[in-house]
């Protein structure tokens, strides 16, 4: 007994159909795992040049303010984290370190004005609060018309309670 088969040519056209159909699904799903594996990357980067901020801030200086203060040493980390975060295609459209912010907590969590006379606070906290404006076109090589690309984060480091003293 034989079978009856179609017509040659025949056998695999569902098949091709279907290919056909699920093609671009699978470009979209592409395109999106990628965007979210770059944004994922850019954020990474951007949270650890925050902590990496924050660090250098709470260890370097006596005073929160005037040349030589945390703050200015906070924003000179920040000015070289943009000039070494372009190899990683981590590139912001605004400026990283004019657009960021460095406040200084005491241990009652009063916020510490920055002053040439003001004194880090031993045993509190710095936050260095990160804008970057990513541009689209880092987020998976695709530009998307109205996509928010500004990412903040919030780097912390506690200051050391006994930095300041002197060893006798």
Do not use: W
Not at 146 to 165: E, K, M, N, Q, S
């Amino acid at each position: 007994m034989l079978k009856r088969r179609g017509r040659p040519g025949e056998a695999g056209s569902g098949m091709v159909i279907g290919v056909a159909i699920m093609f671009p699904m699978l470009v979209v799903v592409i395109m999106v795992l990628q965007v979210v594996a770059d944004s994922s990357r850019i954020e990474q980067a951007l949270q650890a040049t925050a902590n990496r901020t924050a660090r250098t801030a709470s260890l370097c200086c006596h005073n929160t303010g005037g040349q030589n203060g945390a703050e200015a040493v906070a924003k000179a980390s920040l000015q070289a984290a943009q000039a070494d975060n372009a190899y990683n295609r981590v590139r912001c459209n605004n400026d990283l370190a004019g657009d960021s912010d460095v406040v200084f907590q005491d241990v009652d969590g009063g916020i510490v004005t920055p002053g040439p006379y003001t004194a880090v606070p031993p045993g509190g906290t710095v936050h260095v609060f990160l804008t970057c404006a990513v541009p689209p076109q880092l987020l998976g090589g695709f530009v998307l018309p109205l996509f928010d690309a500004a990412r903040t984060v919030v780097g912390t480091a506690t200051i050391d309670p006994f930095r300041h003293r002197t060893a006798t």
